[in-house]
């Protein structure tokens, strides 16, 4: 039986199945396994978790994730083109990859996850299509997925928002969402050339790592009102961009300046207000 050492490079994989990327879809792929095997590494240990890969595509990073001690590799692709190079992945992997045909901003990884490995660790580790990977993030950090750990590559400025300091200029509204359910760090750069094709911009893989205590879901919900307000007019004053919340009266309740500005507000800080307008 042929393993996945016995594979085609990914480019020879793409060409004999005439395949071509579809802007449409987000597709830049990764076809350098020594970088997808790099990524993995960043994630390491996987052993005994499941993975959860959003847009496998061609295959890059679904085959250094077979390589790795994860139980099972859980892919989710939108466009069917790519089902039968990730059959042939499967088949040389056996057990341990399955492909699912899917949107992945409404299908349920929880109940994915349930199906095929229930009580394993899960893990998020994707190259995400830009134009969904925010919903997505948003998604696996408040809903039922509960990661143990997320290992994600977004456009470099959106990997630098979801990661940023209170007072700098990319710090705002997913930021705080971010960091208010996880920690957040930029684990590595990847300059535009490394895809093919290439994106306009640099890319980055951030480290998600969400809190053991979370806050609640009506905390968080009130943190998203809350932020939305604060960041919509984030050069106005509190008192004012938050006037529809309860304006001065609701930052003296929450023990924050009311006079000044979204972005010279902590995570502790949102949350405090969050709390507040939840009573
Ligand atoms: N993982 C591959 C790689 O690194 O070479 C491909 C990454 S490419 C940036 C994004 C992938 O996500 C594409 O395969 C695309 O078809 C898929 N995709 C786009 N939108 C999707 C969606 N809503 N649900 C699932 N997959 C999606």
Redesign the pocket.
């Known amino acids: 039986m042929s393993g996945l050492e016995d594979l085609p490079p990914l480019r020879e994989a793409l060409a004999a199945e005439g395949l071509l990327a579809r802007k449409s879809?987000?597709?830049?792929?990764?076809l350098d396994l020594n970088l997808t095997r790099k990524i993995v590494r960043l994630a390491a240990p996987l052993d005994g978790a499941v993975v959860i890969e959003?847009?496998?595509?061609?295959g890059?990073?679904t085959r250094a994730l077979l390589e790795s001690d994860a139980a099972l590799v859980i892919a989710?692709?939108?466009?069917p083109r790519?089902l039968p190079l990730l059959q042939e992945l499967a088949d040389a992997a056996p057990g341990r990859l399955v492909v699912i045909e899917?949107?992945?901003?409404t299908v349920d990884e929880a109940a994915l996850v349930a199906a095929h490995a229930p009580g394993r660790p899960v893990r998020v580790i994707?190259?995400?299509?830009y134009n969904?990977g925010t919903p997505l993030l948003i998604k696996w950090l408040t809903g039922p997925l509960r990661p143990a750990a997320m290992h994600l590559m977004f456009q470099k400025e959106v990997a630098q928002r979801i990661a940023a300091a209170v007072g700098s200029d990319a710090y705002g509204r997913l930021s705080v969402i971010s960091q208010a359910v996880a920690e957040a760090r930029i684990a590595l750069t990847l300059p535009a050339r490394a895809f093919t094709p290439p994106p306009k911009v640099d890319s980055a893989v951030i480290e998600i790592t969400p809190r053991a205590q979370g806050p609640s879901a009506a905390l968080l919900a009130a943190l998203e009102t809350v932020t939305a307000h604060a960041f919509g007019q984030r050069r106005k004053m509190l008192r004012s961009s938050l006037k529809a919340l309860g304006g001065a009266a609701l930052c003296e309740a929450a023990g924050i300046d009311a006079d000044a500005r979204a972005e010279t507000i902590p995570v502790s800080g949102f949350l405090a207000l969050a709390e507040a307008v939840k009573g």
């Open positions: 879809f987000g597709q830049h792929f990764l959003v847009g496998p595509g061609p890059g990073l989710v692709e939108k466009d790519f899917a949107d992945a901003l994707a190259n995400l299509p969904v």
